[in-house]
T-cell receptor, first 117, second 111 residues
Framework: GAVVSQHPSRVICKSGTSVKIECRSL??????MFWYRQFPKQSLMLMAT?????????EQGVEKDKFLINHASLTLSTLTVTSAHPEDSSFYIC?????????????FGDGTRLSIL | GNSVTQMEGPVTLSEEAFLTINCTYT??????LFWYVQYPGEGLQLLLK?????DKGSNKGFEATYRKETTSFHLEKGSVQVSDSAVYFC??????????FGKGTRLSVIA
């Protein structure tokens, strides 16, 4: 079946560092990719939606200058957490949806656990 | 707008017990319905789906039937195993909008 690869799976870094997370669709073309954030024991919070070749659409309350999203190709999207601080520590999950029209499921990466010291 | 409501957990069951996790939805149009599972420390995996009324999705012993008259998509399994311990999310999509998730239900199965 469809596979989404997310890398790295875990990052530990110092406050002030910028961190890039990659999300790749391995066997399908993803016109739309989604980035979620999940706090412990909570549901997923949608941060932004990105369509290939256009600017991402951010959800209310999500700082676009803090969380930079690039969706340069049909198989790759990146999330860069700029100048990360401890409050940015979280589990980040990407998701991708293919090009077929209609009510398609989203396929998820395994997530990136980000810890800022 | 679209929304999903699922029973709050945690749910604790003994091995081989019967499982039901309730899920109801509100949606415009003709949504597709999904159940996702999240094992500890991992991302979400699609467990099963149903795309129209009266469809039954099934996978790994889990089943859910799309009931339009009650706007429900309850997840069931006849005999749970310890390995089924995870968080289960009910979700819907209508058109090209992002998935709308329920809050998740944590299931713990004890031997």
């Amino acid at each position: 079946g469809a596979v989404v690869s997310q890398h790295p799976s875990r990052v530990i870094c110092k406050s002030g560092t910028s961190v890039k997370i990659e999300c790749r669709s391995l066997d399908f073309q993803a016109t739309t990719m989604f980035w979620y954030r999940q706090f412990p024991k909570q549901s997923l919070m949608l941060m932004a939606t990105s369509n290939e070749g256009s600017k991402a659409t951010y959800e209310q309350g999500v700082e676009k200058d803090k969380f930079l999203i690039n969706h340069a190709s049909l198989t790759l999207s990146t999330l860069t957490v700029t100048s990360a601080h401890p409050e940015d520590s979280s589990f980040y999950i990407c998701s991708a949806r293919g090009t077929v029209a209609g009510n398609q499921p989203q396929h998820f990466g395994d997530g990136t656990r980000l810890s800022i010291l | 707008g679209n929304s999903v409501t699922q029973m709050e957990g945690p749910v604790t069951l003994s091995e081989e017990a019967f499982l039901t996790i309730n899920c109801t939805y509100t949606a415009t149009g003709y949504p597709s319905l999904f159940w996702y599972v999240q094992y500890p420390g991992e991302g979400l995996q699609l467990l099963l789906k149903a795309t129209k009324a009266d469809d039954k999705g099934s996978n790994k012993g889990f089943e859910a039937t799309y009931r339009k008259e009650t706007t429900s998509f309850h997840l069931e399994k006849g005999s749970v195993q310890v390995s089924d311990s995870a968080v289960y999310f009910c979700a819907l999509v209508s058109g090209n909008t992002p998935l709308v998730f329920g809050k998740g239900t944590r299931l713990s199965v004890i031997a």
